[in-house]
């Protein structure tokens, strides 16, 4: 292999190597240098994220969604003794919020910006949040 150098002062720094004129073998060494293979190209993945930037009333999605949470059940039995922890879910919670906020509140909505209020909720009014056995919703007690 040619290399060209390059000196600076003491020492001596390859600058560059022309591959053209080194020998190759099959074991991925050129000219004495042992090289490594590329990494595998894969393909651009399209992630579909909002363009537009939405334009929420994140006080009144908090007061509506606090509103849902510290209601009691009305379908809770009179029999049953109050002691009983009743448990919401993120799910349940998310699916009535449109009902409670305006139209234009609601179109803008999404999950994560739910997600975010509840956090701030949780925060503010010490909510216990804690996972479902599944992990498919996050389970809310009150405190």
Known sequence: AVVSTQSTGSNILPVDIRYEEAGRD??????GIEL????PK???IHINYARK??????KLLKEAMWKRLSSK?????VGVE???DEKKT???TYKKLPLSIPQAVAENLSVPIA???LLHLANEHNLALSDSLDLTDIHIALP
């Open 82 to 84: 109050a002691a009983v």
């Open 53 to 58: 930037a939405k334009k929420i009333d994140i």
């Open 90 to 92: 993120f799910s349940q």
């Open 36 to 39: 490594i293979e590329a990494a």
């Open 42 to 44: 894969i393909e651009r």
């Open 26 to 31: 099959e074991a991925g060494i050129i000219g």
């Open 115 to 117: 997600f975010s209020c």
């Open 73 to 77: 059940n009305e379908s809770i039995n």
